[in-house]
């Protein structure tokens, strides 16, 4: 299967699976109680978009499926290593999250952890998302959004736009994240905005929420 959505880099693919492995326990820990309370209750089958190097293992039960959507190769072997050790069956999508190839109707929950930053069409995303879920199936987040606009923050998130960009995937520290998810068609939409207090300034106006189909 052909993503041709995403285009490796030779560079930044290798250089963020290491910092995402590196920092894994650093994110947890600032991510942990959001992640616990949106995460909680997951079915044995779960679709993550963006799976990374495995953050999200070990919120799934062992003995659970993790249907990977996961385009950058250069995660691809922490990924599966990461999986075996949380006895976590892992079904690897080498696919953009514009176009999962899924079945529709297919699983009950998609999960996103600082995914929907970084993808070219967020909206687009989301019906795929949709489209996706059965009926009163979930879609759970936690992502970094944009500051208030007029704020420090936000300034600091416009200047750092395009070394953030490339350090990251395209990620950008400038979408609204939450509205873009309540106009998506969710039957309904649970938000809590907050804000991490981390050396990483500009990812620390965060978002996390469950929308139902």
């Known amino acids: 299967m052909t993503d041709t959505l995403f285009h490796a880099h030779p560079v930044r693919g290798p250089m963020n699976a290491a910092f995402f492995w590196a920092a894994g ?15 909680a209750d997951l079915p044995d089958t779960v679709v993550e978009l963006g799976a990374g190097v495995g953050a999200n293992l070990r919120y799934l039960s062992p003995g659970s499926t993790l249907i990977a959507v996961e385009p950058n190769p250069a995660m691809h072997g922490r990924l599966r290593r990461a999986a075996r050790r949380s006895g976590v069956h892992l079904d690897l999508r080498p696919v953009s999250a514009e176009r999962t190839h899924l079945p529709d109707a297919s699983v009950d929950v998609v999960l996103s952890s600082l995914v929907l930053c970084s993808v070219g069409d967020p909206g687009q995303v989301l019906r795929e998302v949709r489209r996706v879920l059965r009926p009163g199936g979930r879609f759970v987040f936690v992502e970094h959004v944009a500051a208030p606009a007029g704020t420090p923050l936000r300034r600091l998130q416009r200047w750092v736009r395009r070394p953030w960009a490339w350090c990251f995937e395209g990620c950008s520290c400038e979408r609204d994240l939450a509205s873009v998810v309540g106009d998506a068609g969710f039957d309904r939409v649970d938000v809590e905005s907050y804000r991490l207090r981390s050396p990483f300034l500009p990812f620390n106006t965060q978002i996390a929420g469950v929308a139902t189909r």
């Open 25 to 39: 326990g650093m994110f947890d820990r600032l991510l942990r109680s959001h992640k616990r309370r949106v995460y």
